[in-house]
């Protein structure tokens, strides 16, 4: 199982979804461009501190991150054809982000395996991406039974 951001526009966004992924053993993929740098500085200053304890591959555009996946690409959506208490998530799956700003170009929504949204309330936009994430992550593990234990 891991986390694939798409572009991401806001450092904090990211961070909140390195921390997830440190403390529940998910490896985190960046897809580039990102909307801020990614040094230390950056890192330390998004509270960032637990980028260390997740596994991160940063791949320079989508072809890349494309060509390198290795099970089917869970795109979380606001147009999802299915909603999310009807997903049946596999141990290998790749939880796809869109940016913060503009979600995923056509062509990468159309490339995604399973195209899933989060049921909410009538006439409310979206979720915050991290939180998003964490939701579907969540749901994700309980089925696959990859909770960490301790």
Do not use: K
């Not at 997903?87 to 995604?112: C, K, M, Q, T, Y």
């Not at 899933?116 to 991290?130: D, H, K």
């Not at 994700?140 to 301790?150: K, V």
């Amino acid at each position: 199982m891991r986390i694939a951001l798409f572009q991401p526009d806001i450092a904090g966004n990211v961070g909140t979804l390195l921390r997830l992924g440190a403390c529940l053993g998910v490896g985190v993929d960046l897809i580039e461009p990102m909307g801020f740098p990614w040094s230390g500085r950056a890192l330390a200053r998004s509270g960032m501190d637990y980028a260390g304890q997740v596994e991160v591959q940063r791949h320079v555009d989508w072809e890349t991150f494309f060509a390198a996946r290795g099970g089917r690409i869970v795109l979380a959506t606001t147009t999802g054809a299915h909603p999310l208490p009807d997903v049946r998530f596999n141990a290998d799956d790749i939880l796809l982000l869109g940016s913060e700003g503009a979600g995923v170009p056509r062509h990468v929504h159309d490339l995604a395996d399973v195209r899933v949204r989060i049921p909410m309330r009538a006439g409310l936009r979206s979720l915050n991406v991290a939180v998003a994430g964490a939701i579907l992550l969540g749901e994700a593990l309980r089925q696959t039974g990859q909770w960490p234990t301790y």
